[in-house]
Structure formats: structure tokens, C-alpha cells
């Protein structure tokens, strides 16, 4: 597979997390082979997360159909996985709590999709027929998460999501997956704590004397 080009690659925080990669990933592939390793990480720790979410999952499904949305509580479309077989793609209809990407679950433990991996694509998305892309595309199993997810929110010009999906194809491995696993879960709890700040912040600055109040008394 053709490396990165120099004046492309990726920037210096998602080369950090591949960077780590470099000597640990060697001692892991000396007791197990890079791929099993990855499928055991998404057997284990997919399906410990698909015990603990099932039952919010199924709440907010239920929730969903009361409510009758259009189109049903779940949404699904066709992807394309490991070797181009295509499967359907179960969604539920929300954002709140990342439900929708816990309710992929499933998907991890049949082995449709990874924990960590390039985006799912529709069957004959032009993505997949980049120079260099057929190949790896191939080869990994896409991902409720990945690389070009959580690097593409800093909104950068050289976090291009399809430069960052093909470095994670050529720096794969378990140990970047549970980086990027832990950039992931750290995310969503910086936001709230910015929003928290702010409205500390806000409430701070807002004037409750009563009316009268003078500082000399």
C-alpha cells in the first residue's frame, strides 16, 4: 500500500496518536496477530458496551415509536463492509446520548462493523473508488468511530477526513484504536464542560443586588 504523501500527511495530533503505535503495536503483534487482536477488543468491549446501553437503546426506541417519527424509530440503509459485502445498516433515530451510535452495537459483535474504523459507505460511493482506496477499503471492516471522526471536528484543512481514514488504514492497530477510543469518549465531556464554564460565567457576571444596594454599606 502506497504511504502517505509528505506534504498530505496528516497533522501533529493524529500523527501522535499513530505515533504510539510504533513500538507497542511491534510487542502486541508478537503474541497476536494485528486483526484477531482488533476482533477480540471489538468481542470484548463491544459487547460489555452493548449490555450497558441495551436497555436506554431500547427505552428510547420505544419512545420513538410511541412518538409514531417518520420513517419508523430505526433507519436503514445499505453499507458496504469487509471484501465489499454489503449489509444493512441499523440506526435509531436520535442523537441524544449518542444513542445512535450505541444502538450499532450489534453490528460490532456480528462483525459488520469494528469499534474503530473508516466511516461506513453506501455501496458504489465514489470515496471508495479513490486511487489507493479500493484496496484498504477492502480490507478493513468500517467503524462506529474513527480516526477522521474525531481529528475532523477540530476543522482543520489538513484533517481532510479521506487523508486521516487512509493514515488509520496504514497505521492500524489496537493500540491506536484505544486512543482514538478515548479521544472519542473525552470529546463530548469537554463540550459539556466548556457550556458548564460558560454558564457559570454568565450567571457570574449577572447583577443581583437589590435595587439600592450601594457598596459603602
Same mark, same amino acid.
Given at each position: 500500500?502506497?504511504?502517505?504523501?509528505?506534504?498530505?500527511?496528516?497533522s501533529?495530533?493524529?500523527?501522535?496518536?499513530?505515533?504510539?503505535?510504533d513500538?507497542?503495536?511491534r510487542?502486541?503483534?508478537?503474541?497476536?496477530?494485528r486483526?484477531?487482536?482488533?476482533?477480540?477488543?471489538?468481542?470484548?468491549?463491544?459487547?460489555?458496551l452493548?449490555?450497558?446501553?441495551?436497555?436506554?437503546?431500547?427505552?428510547?426506541a420505544?419512545?420513538?415509536?410511541?412518538?409514531?417519527?417518520?420513517?419508523?424509530?430505526?433507519?436503514?440503509?445499505?453499507?458496504?463492509?469487509?471484501?465489499?459485502?454489503?449489509?444493512?445498516?441499523?440506526?435509531?433515530r436520535?442523537?441524544?446520548?449518542?444513542?445512535? &451510535?450505541?444502538? #450499532? @452495537?450489534?453490528?460490532?459483535? =456480528?462483525g459488520?462493523?469494528? %469499534?474503530?474504523?473508516?466511516?461506513?459507505?453506501? +455501496? *458504489?460511493?465514489?470515496?471508495?473508488?479513490?486511487?489507493?482506496a479500493?484496496?484498504?477499503?477492502?480490507e478493513?471492516?468500517?467503524?462506529?468511530?474513527?480516526?477522521?471522526?474525531?481529528?475532523?471536528?477540530?476543522?482543520?484543512?489538513?484533517?481532510?477526513?479521506?487523508?486521516?481514514?487512509?493514515?488509520?488504514?496504514?497505521?492500524?492497530?489496537?493500540?491506536?484504536?484505544l486512543?482514538?477510543?478515548?479521544?472519542?469518549?473525552?470529546?463530548? &465531556?469537554?463540550? #459539556? @464542560?466548556?457550556?458548564?464554564? =460558560?454558564?457559570?460565567?454568565? %450567571?457570574?457576571?449577572?447583577?443581583?443586588?437589590r +435595587? *439600592?444596594?450601594?457598596?459603602?454599606?
Amino acid at each position: 500500500m502506497a504511504g502517505t504523501v509528505r506534504g498530505q500527511f496528516p497533522s501533529r495530533p493524529a500523527a501522535r496518536l499513530t505515533g504510539l503505535t510504533d513500538r507497542a503495536g511491534r510487542v502486541t503483534d508478537r503474541f497476536l496477530p494485528r486483526a484477531p487482536a482488533e476482533r477480540v477488543l471489538d468481542l470484548t468491549l463491544g459487547t460489555v458496551l452493548l449490555i450497558l446501553t441495551a436497555p436506554a437503546v431500547a427505552v428510547a426506541a420505544l419512545a420513538l415509536g410511541a412518538r409514531h417519527t417518520p420513517g419508523g424509530a430505526w433507519d436503514r440503509r445499505p453499507r458496504t463492509g469487509l471484501g465489499g459485502r454489503v449489509f444493512e445498516l441499523r440506526t435509531l433515530r436520535t442523537r441524544r446520548l449518542r444513542l445512535d &451510535l450505541f444502538s #450499532r @452495537l450489534p453490528h460490532v459483535v =456480528r462483525g459488520e462493523l469494528s %469499534l474503530v474504523g473508516p466511516a461506513p459507505l453506501a +455501496p *458504489g460511493d465514489p470515496r471508495a473508488a479513490r486511487p489507493g482506496a479500493r484496496q484498504w477499503r477492502q480490507e478493513l471492516r468500517p467503524g462506529l468511530t474513527g480516526l477522521a471522526q474525531v481529528r475532523a471536528r477540530s476543522g482543520m484543512p489538513w484533517d481532510d477526513p479521506a487523508l486521516l481514514d487512509q493514515h488509520y488504514a496504514e497505521h492500524h492497530g489496537v493500540v491506536l484504536d484505544l486512543a482514538i477510543l478515548a479521544e472519542a469518549a473525552r470529546a463530548p &465531556l469537554r463540550t #459539556r @464542560l466548556r457550556r458548564a464554564r =460558560r454558564t457559570k460565567a454568565h %450567571l457570574s457576571d449577572a447583577d443581583h443586588r437589590r +435595587p *439600592g444596594y450601594s457598596t459603602v454599606e
